[in-house]
């Protein structure tokens, strides 16, 4: 597909294999002044990766050569930062939060109404300018209760030195928290990028809970990340970095 906007706006791909969808979501966001480049299957979309700098994708998860799911798990584990926006008729909580775990930044339900998707890649490419550098030029270890959280590895550390994973939704989550301890956090506020649903998007608590999990896996970890009714969820705890 020929490029459709001028290159100097964020570069997005739109990957479905169905190319009346396709169309559909690249003539949304022609007039927003982004380059849309278009991918029916993961050969294709591997083969932009390699040639473009791609900003965003909007993935829809089943392709007629690979899943979604396993394409954004491998670029995660090559260490690619492209955001991902998974589209898919899968609608359940739980689908929607291993896709967040294996790497998507956000995750959209078919059928959906297409300001909602302008809004969510605005969002996102938003907060991909203006994130601060990251603490991890400067700083290792996020102390916080009787946790140690690795800022390079990703990974929590208890107090014999245990290690505990973390997925890429868990870790951006956790983070957050860490950038702002015992202050109340809205879920929008936990989520931005999800702000226009997040009132009514049931699986932030399904990855708070998940997360509260982990960390009550040692003493005094079992009350670290508090529920305030009406307002969101606060970390209990102050962060000491090194």
């Avoid at 260490?79 to 995750?107: K, N």
């Avoid at 009787?146 to 014999?160: S, T």
């Avoid at 994973?165 to 879920?187: D, G, I, K, T, Y």
């Avoid at 998940?210 to 009550?216: D, G, I, P, V």
Wanted: charged share 30%; with cysteine; aromatic share 4%.
């Amino acid at each position: 597909m020929p490029d459709l906007a001028p290159p100097h706006g964020a570069t997005i791909l739109v990957v479905d294999d169905d190319a009346d969808i396709r169309d559909l979501i690249v003539g949304q966001l022609q007039q927003e002044n982004y380059r849309l480049l278009g991918a029916a299957n993961l050969a294709e979309l591997r083969r932009y990766l390699k040639e473009e700098p791609i900003d965003l994708i909007v993935l829809d998860l089943n392709l007629p050569d690979g899943d979604g799911l396993s394409l954004c798990r491998e670029l995660r584990a090559d260490g690619s930062d492209v955001q991902i926006i998974m589209v898919t008729a899968r609608g359940s909580a739980i689908d929607r939060v291993l896709g967040l775990e294996l790497g998507a930044d956000d995750y959209l339900t078919k059928p959906f109404e297409p300001r909602e998707l302008l809004v969510r890649i605005r969002n996102l490419l938003r907060r991909g300018r203006h994130d601060p550098a990251p603490r991890t030029a400067t700083m290792r270890y996020a102390q916080f209760g009787p946790w140690r959280l690795d800022l390079q590895q990703r990974r929590l550390i208890a107090p014999d030195d245990r290690l505990v994973m973390l997925s890429s939704a868990e870790f951006r989550l956790l983070n957050r928290f860490l950038e702002e301890p015992n202050v109340v956090l809205a879920r929008e506020t936990l989520l931005p990028e999800r702000r226009a649903t997040a009132a009514f998007d049931r699986s932030i608590d399904l990855q708070v809970s998940r997360l509260r999990q982990k960390l009550a896996a040692i003493p005094g970890g079992d009350e670290l990340i508090l529920t305030v009714r009406g307002e969101g969820y606060v970390l209990a705890s102050g962060v000491a970095y090194s």
